[in-house]
């Protein structure tokens, strides 16, 4: 069964922390590897991963794959309080949907 | 439209009661799929249109839900005799197709009571 894991579930940081959420997989076919950031109900696209090693960034949201160990990290350096949110990972198996993991709830203290 | 539109927002329903929820997707995405949060949980698939055609419902959770999207660009998720399980959020999401990431509405929260 095609299966999408995330850690931690929830972490708590303050202001300026740098954090490095994680996402590991395992399925079928593996396409692509996505990252959402969730803050109410619409879950907003950060990054699509489909090649191991290549970094994406984003201002200060980067992440990496790693196709071999079969996972990917999120990291957000200098956090702030508005980066407080669910961050999903799911993963594009060809089968025409996506598996989401559970997410990560990220809460940033001011 | 700019975005993925989704009614209502809320939506409280009488455990029994009939519910459809709309999903206007993004003007030319090919694809749509809906999704259902439980609180507290990831997104996990329900089903998936190519245009006008269902080519995947292998989510939808009994034969009380079903979905249609008969012109191939709005869609409607209908929940039969709601039971209190059904309470959730339920995302549509639209894409071009291809390796495009998808763009999720805002959800309607639905409250079986």
């Known amino acids: 069964e095609d299966k999408v894991v995330q850690s931690p579930l929830s972490l708590v940081v303050h202001e300026g922390d740098t954090v490095t959420l994680n996402c590991s997989y395992e399925?079928?076919?593996?396409?692509?590897l996505l990252w959402y950031k969730q803050e109410k109900k619409a879950p907003t696209f950060l990054f699509m991963l489909?090649?191991?090693?290549i970094e994406k960034k984003s201002g200060r949201l980067s992440s990496i794959l790693d196709k071999k160990e079969l996972f990917s990290i999120l990291n957000i350096t200098a956090t702030q309080t508005g980066d407080s949110a669910i961050y999903l990972c799911?993963?594009?198996?060809?089968?025409?949907?996506?598996?989401f993991g559970p997410g990560t709830r990220l809460s940033v203290l001011p | 439209g700019a975005g993925v539109s989704q009614s209502p927002r809320y939506k409280v329903a009488k455990r029994g009661q009939d519910v459809a929820l709309r999903c206007d997707p993004i003007?030319?995405?090919?694809?749509l799929f809906w999704y259902q949060q439980a609180l507290g949980q990831g997104p996990e698939f329900l089903t998936y249109?190519?245009?006008?055609?269902?080519?995947?419902k292998s989510g939808l959770p009994s034969d009380r839900f079903f979905a249609e999207r008969p012109e191939g660009s709005v869609s409607t998720l209908k929940i039969q005799r709601t039971q209190q399980e059904d309470s959730a959020v339920y995302l549509c999401?639209?894409?071009?197709?291809?390796?495009?990431?998808?763009?999720f509405g805002s959800g309607t929260r639905l409250t079986v009571v």
């Open positions: 003007s030319g995405h090919v694809s």
């Open positions: 489909t090649s191991s090693g």
């Open positions: 799911a993963v594009d198996n060809y089968g025409q949907n996506f598996v």
């Open positions: 999401a639209s894409s071009p197709g291809g390796l495009y990431g998808y763009t």
């Open positions: 399925v079928t076919n593996f396409r692509s």
């Open positions: 249109f190519q245009n006008e055609a269902q080519l995947d």
